[in-house]
């Protein structure tokens, strides 16, 4: 029987990769890929939307 692995898009350049334990790259394609999209974070071109009453509602919980 055939195994079968999920397949997904490579988030940098859209190529197809199996989601399998031995592609160390996953969900990239290869290194390159998964370099550019650090490097994207690194620059902050990529950023997680927070805004700043969310880090104070932390410390209002504390007490």
């Not at 029987?1 to 592609?23: I, L, N």
């Not at 650090?38 to 805004?51: C, D, F, I, N, S």
């Amino acid at each position: 029987m055939a195994d079968k692995f999920t397949v997904v898009a490579c988030p940098t350049c859209g190529q197809d990769v199996e989601w399998r334990p031995e592609h160390r790259w996953r969900p990239f394609c290869c290194e390159r890929c998964k370099l550019i999209d650090l490097g994207e974070w690194a620059t902050e071109r990529y950023k997680v939307p927070v805004t700043e009453q969310d880090a104070f509602d932390d410390l209002d919980s504390r007490g």
